[in-house]
């Protein structure tokens, strides 16, 4: 075993962690945006007087 495999090892458990998470952020962000921005839309063209 030389230090450079394992050093690789580390990089690529590192790499897919980072991508799976990141995958992940990236989803969790668009639906976010997405129900923010039926929201907002939704309070721009309701009336005050519905609520």
């Known amino acids: ?3 450079v495999s394992v050093f690789e ?3 690529r458990n ?3 962690f980072a991508a799976g998470s990141g995958v992940v952020a ?3 962000w668009l639906t976010w945006v997405m129900l923010d921005v039926q929201h907002m839309q939704s309070g721009f ?3 005050q007087s519905s609520y």
């Open 1 to 3: 075993m030389k230090e």
């Open 9 to 11: 090892l580390l990089i």
């Open 14 to 16: 590192l790499g897919r």
């Open 26 to 28: 990236i989803l969790v």
């Open 45 to 47: 063209t309701l009336p």
